[in-house]
């Protein structure tokens, strides 16, 4: 258990981690923090009335926009954007959620110095480098520090299709998944088990294959069912990652991490496994990839590097 895990964003994902945290007693206090007035005092308010049922200790409270309630958190989760809504181009999108998770940081920042930072907000991976940049100004370490959450919310995603297809437990499989969130990211069947047992003897390629293109427009299938992008596996998603940090269990999970030279990439914010623990990301685990994975890769990391540019022209990055 830490101190404080504080939580920016009280929408749908911002909540639901929130819950999701307090439930599992993660932090002695837990902060959730929103722009609109009143809304975080509510969630929080009903989350802690629901402690004696669940039996979790965690403090729950909200606040309108004030930061100072986040001082010496040891994780802070960034969930606040705006949605796209129509006629905005995926461009205004990336320059306005990158402005508004810069706001945030900066302020943040000056109150926890040695918080692990967890980036949700969409486009995850530049948003995430956005993050980086501000964070960067203040702290010798921030590629440990900032970390992007995506793959553990594609990884639960590909192990749920998995499990239904096989009639077998989602619990029992161990999966891997690298690159960037978006209908490019690399699922990889070869580091896929069951019961230890390698995925590819148990489905044939084809549908191994129908399983990783829905995996990859996993967050479009919900968007379309709901009109709006999904919460529960994301912030369980988001949940096992503060829990990997605040447990300092030294797990190996796909997040989204700054590279500096791993997989032949420099400067950039991409899904990686890595060893997670106290200290955020405690390495970049570098793995095999076989012809076809790294052209998947590859491609995915341009796909990220084509939407980075547009932070080249703003003046925050
Ligand atoms: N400061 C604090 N909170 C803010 C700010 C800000 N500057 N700007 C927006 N918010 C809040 C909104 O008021 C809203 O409550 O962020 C919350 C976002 O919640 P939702 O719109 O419900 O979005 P959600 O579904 O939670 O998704 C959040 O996670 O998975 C990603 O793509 C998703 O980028 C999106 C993010």
Redesign the pocket.
Known sequence: MVNKITV?????????VANDVAIKNLAEEVIL????EN?AEGKALDMWESSSIWGFHSRVKGVT?DYAASKDSDIIVI?????RKPGMSRDDLIST?AK?VN??ATELIKYSPNAIFIV???P?DV?TYAVYKTVSKYVDKPRTQVFGMAGTLDVARYKAFIAEALNVSPDNIQALLMGGHGDTMVPLPRYTSIGGVPLTQLMDKETIDKIIVRTQKGGGEIVQLLG????YA?GAAIMQVVEAVALNKREILPVCAYLNGEYGYKDIYIGVPVILGKNGIEKVVEIELNEEERAAFDRSAEHVKEVMKVLDDMAII
Request: aromatic residues 2%; hydrophobic residues 50%; without cysteine.
């Open positions: 920016i964003g009280a929408g749908n994902v911002g909540a639901t923090i929103d722009i609109v809304l926009n969930t606040a954007g705006k949605p959620n508004i706001i945030i949700v907000t969409n995850l948003m709006t992008s999904a919460w994301p």
